[in-house]
Nanobody, 115 residues
Framework: QVQLVESGGGLVQPGGSLRLSCASSRSIFSIVYMAWYRQAPGKQREIVASIDSGGGTHYADSVKGRFAISRDNTKNTMYLQMNDLKPEDTAAYYC?????????WGQGTQVTCSS
């Protein structure tokens, strides 16, 4: 079992920054794949960014150049640094982890970008 707990969401003005954290209840060293997803009201959940066990990253086109995903295996934590936030980034953000045999989700953290 893996429990994932997100934190770091909040209200930010356009152009501002936030850093989300996803803390795992077990070592993430061997977790094959981790990702951040988001879901805005009335919309489907979409992938924002992913990182594999080797540190390889991928980003949705809408966040390229603004967001950065990282993982710290020593702290069992994944991060999403979000810069130059826009109102369209407003959503609940979810942490996802795939161990190679099972998939886990966090409960989500709300990010609201508004003036």
């Amino acid at each position: 079992q893996v429990q994932l707990v997100e934190s770091g969401g909040g209200l930010v003005q356009p152009g501002g920054s936030l850093r989300l954290s996803c803390a795992s209840s077990r070592s993430i060293f061997s977790i094959v794949y981790m990702a951040w997803y988001r879901q805005a009201p009335g919309k489907q959940r979409e992938i924002v960014a992913s990182i594999d066990s080797g540190g390889g990253t991928h980003y949705a086109d809408s966040v390229k150049g603004r967001f950065a995903i990282s993982r710290d295996n020593t702290k069992n934590t994944m991060y999403l640094q979000m810069n130059d936030l826009k109102p369209e980034d407003t959503a609940a953000y979810y942490c996802n982890a795939f161990t190679g045999s099972r998939e886990y989700w966090g409960q989500g953290t709300q990010v609201t970008c508004s003036s």
